[in-house]
Nanobody
């Protein structure tokens, strides 16, 4: 089993920055791709960004490209999401997710919610205008 715990959420004004961290514990050697998803009130959970185990393959949702940066530290078993130039539309609960099954890379395998089998509890990010 793998446990994921997110931290770093909070409230910020539009244009500000926040850094989220996800710490993994348990059978961390079994983790392959890791990702961030988010769910705004009344909406479905959406993909934000993901990173391969090596850190070489990174994908972002179009809505966050150029503003968010995902990074991974395998030695610390953490994955971070640096969020800059935040907008009110970024307000959501942000979830960390992990894959424990190696998959051939594709846009689907890197971003589809059902391909991730471990999830954190989420951390709230609120951006005010």
């Amino acid at each position: 089993q793998v446990q994921l715990v997110e931290s770093g959420g909070g409230s910020v004004q539009a244009g500000g920055s926040l850094r989220l961290t996800c710490a993994a514990s348990g059978r961390t050697f079994s983790i392959f791709r890791m990702a961030w998803f988010r769910q705004a009130p009344g909406k479905e959970r959406d993909f934000v960004a993901s990173v391969s185990r090596s850190g070489e393959r990174i994908d972002y949702a179009d809505s966050v490209k150029g503003r968010f940066t995902i990074s991974r530290d395998n030695a610390k078993n953490t994955v971070d999401l640096q969020m800059n130039t935040l907008k009110p539309d970024d307000t959501a609960v942000y979830y960390c997710a992990a894959q424990s099954t190696p998959r051939t890379y594709s846009s689907t395998s890197s971003s589809k919610e059902s391909y991730f089998n471990y999830w954190g509890q989420g951390t709230q990010v609120t951006v005010s205008s």
